[in-house]
């Protein structure tokens, strides 16, 4: 008894994304969805957004100067702690937990981890302007701790 030849199963489709800036645009926008493979069994889906604001290098550059900055003056319960320290206590206490990522997803911070315990996502995730919140909260909380600041982003 021979079983039936399975239809063949179409390749992967590849991401695209099309910036919407003129006509011009649209037009391979709509020549792309009038061309996509149909399919039951593993459907495509489409998104149409305002493009989000991504994170700029100086912008990160600007959040570790800060998280230096505290970890050069800040005591806390009697003791000083490192950059990374301070980046790690500011991911679980002064980031919002619902955050806007870099896909402009709103979304929790928290995500799951194989063990069942919830992890924190990396700051790298986050959107232009949820991030430069994130960064003024830990300047509020730096503060807070007499940490003064320096006025120009660019001293080191």
């Not at 290098?57 to 003791?79: H, M, T, V």
């Not at 002064?94 to 870099?102: N, R």
Request: proline share 5%; aromatic share 8%; hydrophobic share 35%.
């Amino acid at each position: 008894m021979t079983t039936p030849k399975k239809t063949k199963e179409r390749l992967s489709f590849a991401k695209r994304a099309i910036r919407l800036l003129s006509a011009q645009q649209r037009d391979i926008a709509v020549a792309l969805l009038m061309n996509v493979p149909l399919d039951a069994e593993k459907p495509l889906v489409v998104t149409v957004m305002e493009e989000p604001k991504k994170r700029g290098i100086d912008q990160n550059g600007y959040y570790w100067l800060r998280l230096s900055e505290i970890a050069g003056q800040a005591w806390f319960n009697g003791k000083q702690y490192g950059k990374e320290v301070w980046h790690e206590y500011a991911r679980q206490n002064i980031m919002p937990d619902e955050i806007t990522t870099k896909d402009g997803e709103v979304r929790s911070k928290y995500v799951p981890s194989p063990s069942g315990c919830n992890v924190i996502i990396s700051t790298t995730m986050l959107e232009k302007k949820c991030f430069a919140d994130y960064c003024t909260a830990l300047e509020a909380f730096g503060a807070g701790l007499g940490v003064m600041f320096s006025a120009n982003p660019n001293e080191r």
